[in-house]
């Protein structure tokens, strides 16, 4: 396995990585206006202390919460794969997962739990969760989500064998509809090996299973 923490960024500046907010001024305010708009039709004074620049800020927290569209996970993977001789499951779990859902636009959050089998390369540690992000940073649903994820991994390292599974709370069941504050969602994907009981009981015993 590959830990790249301390590898230079080869790919930095490629489209498909860089950790830099840029914020088109002019997408800004178009988005700045619209939800000025929302503020006065939901009944509030938009020109209160507390809401001056509420628009704008939301303007920018949607961008951010949305940037997965102007990502490229490929670009990502490819950026750290490595020829390795190593034929047995690597598996990165408990990543943070922070998406919106596309239904309500309302966020849901967990976890995601990934392994794959190489064939004749690894990839860097970290790019794993990158991944995650880049898809979960768009309007999802997470059965989609999950075989995104499960996709990319499978088309860009060739594998033997993918496994996904993301568990995780969505707000428009507990803030709004039937209002169950405590219910989760597990979705799974897999491919190859995975397809396999034996293999993937071993993926769902490990990611359950606490390091002392």
Do not use: W
Request: net charge neutral; charged share 25%.
């Amino acid at each position: 396995m590959i830990n790249d923490d301390n590898i230079p960024d080869r790919d930095a500046g490629i489209n498909g990585y860089q950790k830099i907010d840029r914020y088109n001024p002019q997408l800004i305010q178009n988005l700045s206006a619209s939800y000025l708009d929302v503020l006065k039709q939901i009944g509030e004074d938009p020109g209160r202390e507390g809401l001056l620049k509420t628009p704008e800020r939301i303007a920018k927290a949607m961008l951010y919460l949305t940037h997965g569209y102007d990502l490229d996970a490929k670009e990502i993977l490819n950026s750290a794969m490595f020829k390795e001789e190593y034929s047995q499951m690597v598996i990165v779990k408990d990543i943070e997962v922070y998406s919106m859902c596309e239904h309500h636009m309302l966020p849901f959050f967990g976890k995601a739990h990934i392994a794959y089998i190489p064939n004749g390369y690894v990839v860097g540690l970290s790019k794993i969760p990158r991944i995650v992000d880049v898809f979960a940073r768009r309007l999802q649903v997470q059965e989609r989500l999950t075989n995104e994820i499960r996709d990319c991994i499978q088309d860009t390292l060739n594998p033997i064998g993918v496994g996904v599974v993301i568990e995780c709370r969505h707000l428009c069941m507990s803030m709004r509809g039937v209002q169950k504050q405590n219910s989760a969602t597990t979705t799974s994907a897999f491919t190859g090996e995975f397809l396999k009981e034996k293999t993937r009981t071993e993926f769902l015993n490990l990611i359950s299973s606490k390091l002392s």
